[in-house]
């Protein structure tokens, strides 16, 4: 699959005049570009963990999502495009006919199977795991959302791509694990901002932590996260997110997915509004 994967990524600039009186100027990496099924950190996130499944002789992956989930239809169609058979658990019952999104997943393969919320809380428990492990067979495990340890490590290249120079990089943030990465590695000088897109997403600070210890052995400084920007909820909306959306759309051409960047790039608005970006300050928000 490497071969139908566009890396890097293009960086492009986007003007736009509602930051001009700001003096802040806005680039796109555009991570979404990087494969129509498995884009952006999806693919970052899984390229690593694809490697060492095979190496240890899994033909199987199991991984954890919502019904929502962009994760899960990024694992279906890395394994249909690998040959890796593929499990998705599904948090809550079971609703037919099923939305796009599982739909999607079920179209490339992936059989899903479903937990109860109070379960699915314990995903990661042994024995939750192995009731699945007996269903299912042997199986390499993704985490939900795709974040380990080789996630991180595949998303910390993302920064290797920018030749320009640049001061901050924003990121959608739902379970750590891109932030974590860009921000290790990233130069001296240069920070990244998260935008939490879950309600009470206070956790992810130390599960980027987590994630970083695991990857690189040690807790950059060089990040934070912004929680006022999630709109109620994972793949929650309100109507000034939809028009921020069709108004970005209608001056850009690019119609930034609803569950992330949307919510990233609305956030990033109001933040450089709101005097929180010094004039000269130039910005890359990733797309994915």
Known sequence: MAELVRLPSPLVGLRDQRLEPYGVELLLKRDDLIHPEVPGNKWRKLRYNLEAAREHGFGRLLTFGGAFSNHIRATAAAGHYLGFETVGVIRGEEH??????????????????????????????????????????????????????????????????????????????GTGGTLAGIAAGLGVEQRVLGFAVLKGGQFLDDEVRRLQREAVGEVTSNWAIEYDFHFGGYAKRKPELDAFIAD??????????????????????????AGAFAPGTRIVAVLS
């Open 248 to 273: 970005f759309s209608a001056r850009h051409g690019i119609t930034p997915d609803r569950v992330y960047e949307a919510k990233m790039l609305y956030g990033l608005f109001a933040r450089i509004e």
């Open 96 to 173: 037919l006919p099923l939305n796009d999104s599982l739909a999607y997943a079920t179209s490339r393969g992936m059989v899903l199977t479903y937990l109860d919320r109070a379960t699915y809380r314990r995903k990661t428990e042994p024995d939750v795991l192995a009731q699945l492990s007996e269903q299912f067979g042997p199986c390499y495990v993704l985490p939900e959302g795709g974040s380990n340890g080789l996630a991180v490590r595949g998303c910390a290249e993302l920064t290797t791509e920018i030749t320009t120079e640049f001061d901050v990089i924003a990121c959608a943030c």
